[in-house]
Every structure is written in C-alpha cells, then in structure tokens.
C-alpha cells in the first residue's frame, strides 16, 4: 500500500516461552489455533542525480564498546532503509540512539520508480523477463539490474534525507540496508534461503558511509526462520509498559510482535495485510491501492470464501513461522476461491481480503490479548493509514488500537527504523535476532559490514 511522501530538496549538499493458554473467544466458530515455541561520487537514477563527497569517514568495526557508535556531540545516529513486500517505495529514517527510547530525527520516502518497481515485482513473482522489454537475457540479468538500481536509489535516498536534515554523512555511523526482499523460503527444510537485493557496497562507494546489510541469512543459517526480525527493535522503539504492548506491522504481509515486561519479544507472521487487497484492486480499478479501504467498505464480506481462504495450512501453523507474498499472491486466491471467488462481485472479493487480514491477525494475538485484555495494539506500516481496516481492527480486538504516530514514530518510518537499531547492534557486536522469535539456535550478530 503506498504511504504518504515526505516532500524532498531536489539538490543534495554535501553533508521460550508458549504463549498463554487463554484465548479470547473468537467471533466465529473456528478454534484459534495452537502455538508452541521453541527452546566526489555520483548516482542517478531516472529522476535526478545528487553529488556526494568525496572525503569518507574512516571504515567502522565490530566493536562490543557501546560508546564507540557516539559521536563527539554525544548523538548515535544511524541510518535505516527499507523497502516492504508492498515494492512501493524506500522509506528511510534517520534515528539517533543516544537517548531511550531512541529518537527519529528525520524521515524521507524515495519513489522506486516505475522501471526499479517492475523489475522488483517480476523478481518477487518470478515472472519472466520479456527480450524485447530490457537487455537482461534471463533472471539473473534481471536481478544483477535490479540489485545495482535499487543500491543507487538507496544513495540517492540517503542524500536527500541528510540534506532534509542539515547532517553530514561524516556524522552518520552507518545506513542499516534491508533491501528488497525477491524470495523468501523459510520452510524449505535443509535448502531453506531467503534472497534480499540492493548492493551494499554499491551504497557505501556512493554515500561514504559504512553500511550494515543481509541480515536475515545468519538468523537462517542459525536454523531460524530469518524473519521476523522487528521484534526486538520494536522492543527498543517501544518500550512496553506493565500491561505489555503488540506491534503490528501491516506491510504487504502482517506481522505481530508481542512485548511482555521483562520477557524476551515473541513474534510471527499473521499472514497477508496489503499485498493481496493492493493487487486485487490494481487488477479491478487499475490504482495501487484502495485509499483508506472505501472499496471495501462498499462491499460484504463473503463468509464462505473467507472460511476457504483461512483454511490455508499456514494460519493454523504453530510459530515461529514466517511468510511473503510468494504464497499470498493472486494465483493463490484464485486457487483457493475457485467457483465462488468468479461468482462474487469484485466489491465483494475486496472486503472479504480485507477481512482475512482481521480475521487472521486477531486470531493469531487473541491468547495474548485473552490474558491481557487491556494490552494496547499499535500499529506500523502502510496498513495504519487503511481507516477501513483499522476500524475493523478496533471492533475485532476489543482493546485499544493506535498508531505509532502516537508514540512518536509515523507507521511509515517503523520499519526503516528497527534496521537502523539492527545496524547499531552490527557495529556494537551485539545480537540482532530474537531466537524467541524466529526459532534460531541462539542470539546472533546479523549481517555484513561493507565500511566506506
């Protein structure tokens, strides 16, 4: 679901435990589920093209002294990028950790561009690249486009955002890169692997400073999931109180991060948010997305096809699991809605999605919410702007339903921020996963340091 922008300078200066056994009682008949836990560069792109410095700051190093991420004005600033399974944009955040909670200083949303957002959707989708359309031969031509594009937009992001915010690159200790996620395969036994593009040290020759980046793959290799990695983020951003919080991000696919008071974070996937409403409606209205849920809110939801979408084996796995939209996608729809999905007006088809992800959400927190039912919801992600769906939400959950605007942080800059706390813990040689979370063998450093 594309989100708000924030306006940009068009010129660049040179700066385990289970979950409770109580459930809520669920508005439908079905049974929720059981979960167990385990023990002078330059860059363009299509639209502009910014000047960067050619002075760098020195490389940065692991490092387990947590003063050595503080700059002499005692500020801890570091960037964090990321772009979600919507492929809508890149949001960026610029975040200083020297305070707790850590403080957002400036944010900046960089369109992809319309060739960058197709040659990404092909990848995520696996479509094939047509001759006549680029010079890429096959997918991995496609790919290597890609990864060098989506890097240089990175740059041209990071420019932007610095000038916005009148600070130096030199200032910045590092960008923590997610980059774009084109295949996530968790559950794929001993081949399992999950593939992210945007070519880090790409990033770091442009911008000059040292980027933290692929940090799912060691939580995976550590036999976790590599996903979700926010939780323990979230947990720094908001910090819960004696009732405990949810974070709930609603990107194209919903997660859920659950922060008890002196527990370690638990989380899982819930299953889809935007990813298929934004491609039934780019299919029936031929825009991005369904603005703040009207057309859904025209419709009635079908309960027959909802009950057959939710039989989907994932929503009665038991955690940690973790999805994307190479399972929730609209040949999955149609598979699954078959002769009643043809029958349904479009209208229709749309409301019942937006209800799949209520529904699927509230059923996969309801244990923590049935114990605590005063357990406030705050929500991140494109999906906290659907008025539709978060009205929904508040009705569903029983409890209060906010958004992290309200702690101090837009839902568009959420995510870019938790891997700017993952970059930190890089470079203080700290763990960046939560073995709670993501099933992993144990608290690891994630990712790779490609210094400036």
Known sequence: MARPSTPSRSTCRRPTPSPPSTARTSSRARAAPSRSWPASRSTSTESSRCTWPRTRPLATHVTTDPNRNRSDDGSELFIG???GTSIDALDLCLCDFSATPPRLIAHHQEPLGATLTAQLTQLARGERQEPSESPAVDAIDLFGMADRRLAETTATGVARLLDQA???????????????TVRHRPDWRDQAFTLQLGDPSRIAELTGITVAADFRRRDMAAGGQGAPLAPPAHAALFPPGPEGRVVVNLGGIANASILLPDQAPLGFDTGPA?????????????SPFDHNGRWAASGQVDETLLETLLADPFFAAAAPKSTGPEHFHLDWLGARGGERLAALPAGDVQATLLELTVESLAEAIAPWLGERPSMPVTLCGGGAYNQQLVARLRERLGTTVESSAALGIAPECVEGAA???LARQLLAGQPGNAPSVTGADGPRILGGIYPA
């Open 81 to 83: 990028a990321m772009t």
């Open 419 to 421: 891997f700017a706390w």
């Open 274 to 286: 935007n990813t298929l409403m934004d491609a039934w409606h780019a299919l029936h209205r031929g």
């Open 166 to 180: 009148g600070v130096a690159a030199t200032s910045v200790r590092a960008i923590g890169s997610h980059g774009q």
